[in-house]
């Protein structure tokens, strides 16, 4: 019988024959050499959040000449601008921000003058339409809306469907609440839209909204819904190729989607209820505007409109009745921080104004912050548990 006994440590190996040794050492099988741009020794930590809140980013890039802490905004409402990091003799640059007010935060860097990159440390990514970023959470003394907490958990499922109406494949994320998959009961149905630059799985990785469902169901704050976020551009590439359609965010051609594209795939899918008292509508920035033109161009099919730092087409709802936005609207919520550099806040607020001349009923919800995560998980979380209450 032949045995091996292995001295890894002292990088050689002795062979054993029989009852005998080899006295002659041979070396042990060299291993290739890990390429410097996957050599997992030269991740830093990043971000490292201190128990003082204040943040540390690091990146290893030692040819680097420049690297600058951004976002969009994201960081930038805590940091108010771009901000340069210093480079050590080891090649990993550094910066410390804060403290940050406890929440949710978005960051990536910029590298000698180029485009926004994603932190490789940090495995947390906001996914866009051109390019990731990351996130982080600076911890409170109490957990945040959109924290995971021991409570019941629904499914968030993926949708691939080959839209006839736009000629190219497609997808759709749906949230279904806790005990939807053991039961048989229908549903009410909140379609959730995202903003611009963004995908259909932008609410769900990033903003948190099947974690916010969760919370609010376990705390009876919301009736359990289904949440479907469809894709809000036409085409999916941010810079289509020669000879294709260019991008465009074609209010009517959305519309057209979500309506004769999604909606009959989600009812014949999913167990949900199709009257219009069981069917909502709301969306974030891009998607704001987008849920306000469609829910006021389908009354007959939304009971329930929300926007998130965005409005509608101003001209459209001055033209409606207000008794007849009174009669069919059962919520019609605007939220918005007053430090929103994208979408003033003085432009909600004068539509809200507008609002308020035609006695329409609506809700205004003014916040501090700007055109951000932190404001929007917050809006849903006010705005789910409106829907569908008796």
């Known amino acids: 019988m032949t045995t091996r006994t292995f001295l890894a440590a002292a990088g050689m190996f002795w062979i054993a024959a029989g009852s005998g040794l080899s006295q002659t050492p041979q070396p042990a099988p060299r291993r290739a050499a890990t390429a410097y741009y996957e050599d997992t020794n030269n991740i830093p930590v990043s971000p490292e959040v201190h128990p003082d809140r204040t943040v540390t980013f690091r990146l290893f890039a030692p040819k680097a000449s420049e690297v600058v802490l951004m976002g969009s905004p994201g960081i930038l409402e805590a940091i108010k601008e771009p901000k340069p990091l210093q480079k050590d003799d080891k090649g990993v640059w550094s910066l410390t921000v804060g403290p940050l007010a406890p929440g949710f935060y978005t960051y990536g860097y910029a590298i000698d003058g180029g485009l926004r990159m994603p932190d490789p440390s940090n495995p947390d990514l906001e996914l ?118 260019a991008a465009t965010n074609d209010p009517l051609a959305i519309e057209k989607e979500l309506l004769a594209g999604v909606r009959p795939l989600v009812e014949s899918r999913y167990r949900v209820l199709t009257d219009r008292g069981h069917r909502a509508i709301a969306g974030l920035s891009m998607g704001a505007g987008q849920s306000m033109s469609i829910g006021l161009h389908n009354l007959d099919l939304f009971a329930y409109i929300g926007a998130f730092s965005g409005a ?73 548990p409106l829907l569908f209450q008796n």
């Open 128 to 245: 866009r339409r051109w390019g990731a970023t990351n996130m982080f959470i600076v911890p409170g003394n109490e957990k945040a809306v959109f924290e995971e907490r021991p409570v019941p958990h629904g499914t968030v499922h993926v949708n691939f469907y080959d839209s006839q109406n736009l000629k190219t494949p497609r997808m759709f994320y749906v949230y279904t609440p806790p005990g939807y998959e053991s039961g048989n009961k229908k549903y009410p149905v909140l379609y959730l839209l995202h903003g611009n630059g963004q995908i259909e799985a932008s609410w769900t990785w990033t903003g948190k909204a099947n974690v916010i469902m969760d919370n609010l169901i376990a705390d009876g704050k919301a009736k359990p819904m289904i949440v479907v976020m469809p894709y809000g551009h036409i085409p999916r590439e941010i810079k289509p190729a020669p000879g294709t359609p």
């Open 312 to 384: 509608g087409n101003r001209a459209e709802w001055e033209k409606m009745d207000g008794g007849v936005l009174n009669q069919k609207l059962k919520v019609l919520w605007l939220g918005c921080g007053r430090e929103d550099k994208t979408v003033s806040f003085s432009s909600i607020q004068s539509f809200s104004d507008m609002l308020t001349e035609k006695k329409v009923k609506h809700v205004l919800n003014p916040s501090d912050g700007g055109h951000s995560w932190p404001n929007w998980q917050v809006y849903l979380s006010k705005f789910a």
